[in-house]
């Protein structure tokens, strides 16, 4: 399956969303801020950046956008994901493939669906 970044600075979400990730078959590399997660991307890159939108420093937002701006990271699908149930616009600014909402039932499809 994918070789995925998982961008979140709070523990328990990288856990359980990580674990679910890996019962899909995903190899999941946690990273606690943007700046992290942007200076792992130049020496390996994942398939699949996901990234919660509300981080210190560097916000998921932010991180997408250089991230999709960037030619080297073309393939690399990128996902925008918040306790905040309103982040369609902010997925879109990101220009991020999709977003996930954090404790929607939705979620669990998505991570079912990824890599296919």
């Not at 995925?4 to 190899?27: I, K, W």
């Not at 560097?58 to 997408?64: A, D, K, T, Y």
């Not at 999709?68 to 309103?86: E, Q, T």
Request: aromatic share 6%.
């Amino acid at each position: 399956m994918a070789r995925v970044f998982l961008v979140d600075d709070h523990p328990d979400v990288r856990e359980v969303v990580g674990q679910l990730l890996n019962m899909h078959g995903h190899s999941v590399s946690f990273v606690t801020s943007g700046e992290s997660a942007w200076e792992k991307m130049g020496s390996e890159p994942p398939e699949v950046l996901v990234s919660d939108h509300r981080l210190p420093g560097m916000s998921g937002v932010e991180l997408l956008r250089k991230v999709r701006h960037d030619p080297r990271f073309s393939s690399v699908r990128c996902i925008l994901f918040s306790a905040d149930a309103d982040i369609k616009n902010l997925a879109a600014e990101a220009l991020a493939h999709a977003y996930w909402v954090k404790g929607s039932d939705a979620l669990f499809d998505s991570i079912a669906q990824l890599g296919k």
